[in-house]
């Protein structure tokens, strides 16, 4: 089947702007996680959900990042007043659910703050 | 919280030669350690895993080594190939979630044809 996807691949923006970012995890994996790569760097974990709900958000850097998933399967991660410093590429993950471990991820969104 | 560290961070090797990879976390309690490849612009792949309850695991020409006493894992790839060529991550999942991985920095390996 299709495997994790993310939308849009490129997003150029500027500074103090609000962006969203989408992330459509395979079909029937309950749990859901956001990453963020920067130049040079492996990917650091922001959030994660299971179901609906946010089980640890303690990866967000700040309180200008904001994740949802209301219906349990599309997240999207949300990002207010833009900093050049947010410039990365964002990863999004899915796995089955709890007691699995592979986590597969998806293409990720490249995000340029200028 | 877990610390992953990787090396080298560049590997460059001949086709056909073995390439192996280093890691080291810090949090004895960390009980998965999957690996993956990413080539340029394009998504992380699963490539090996290893649970904490196994000393090594084998697939093909990868295999991954652990040992939980000094707290390290390495990848091993043999007959290497040019397509071979990517970055590698190594992580490690700390035994106080079960869902959260940490990442090492990564390691660019170049297969010289």
């Known amino acids: 089947g299709a495997g994790v996807s993310q939308t849009p691949s490129n997003k150029v923006t500027e500074k103090g702007k609000y962006v969203e970012l989408r992330c459509d995890p395979i079909?029937?994996?309950?749990?859901l996680y956001w990453y963020r790569q920067s130049l040079g760097q492996g990917p650091e974990f922001l959030i994660y959900f299971q179901g609906t709900g946010a089980a640890d958000d303690s990866g967000l850097p700040n309180d200008r990042f904001f994740a949802v998933r209301p219906e349990g399967s599309v997240s999207t991660l949300k990002i207010q007043r833009t900093e050049r410093g947010d410039s990365a590429v964002y990863l999004c993950a899915s796995s089955p659910g709890l007691r699995t471990d592979t986590q597969y991820f998806g293409p990720g969104t490249r995000l340029t703050v200028l | 919280g877990e610390n992953v560290e990787q090396h080298p961070s560049t590997l460059s090797v001949q086709e056909g030669d073995s390439a192996v990879i280093k890691c080291t976390y810090s949090?004895?309690?960390?009980?998965?350690f999957p690996w993956y490849k990413q080539e340029l612009g394009k998504r992380p792949q699963l490539i090996i895993d290893?649970?904490?309850?196994?000393g090594e695991k084998k697939d093909q020409r990868i295999a991954v080594t652990l040992n939980k006493t000094a707290k390290h894992f390495s990848l091993h790839i043999t007959e290497t190939q040019p397509e071979d060529s990517a970055v590698y991550f190594c992580?490690?999942?700390?035994?106080?979630?079960?869902?959260?991985?940490?990442f090492g920095k990564g390691t660019l390996l170049t297969v010289n044809p």
């Open positions: 949090d004895s309690a960390s009980n998965y």
């Open positions: 290893i649970r904490s309850n196994v």
């Open positions: 992580a490690a999942r700390s035994g106080g979630s079960n869902y959260k991985l940490t």
């Open positions: 079909s029937g994996h309950t749990a």
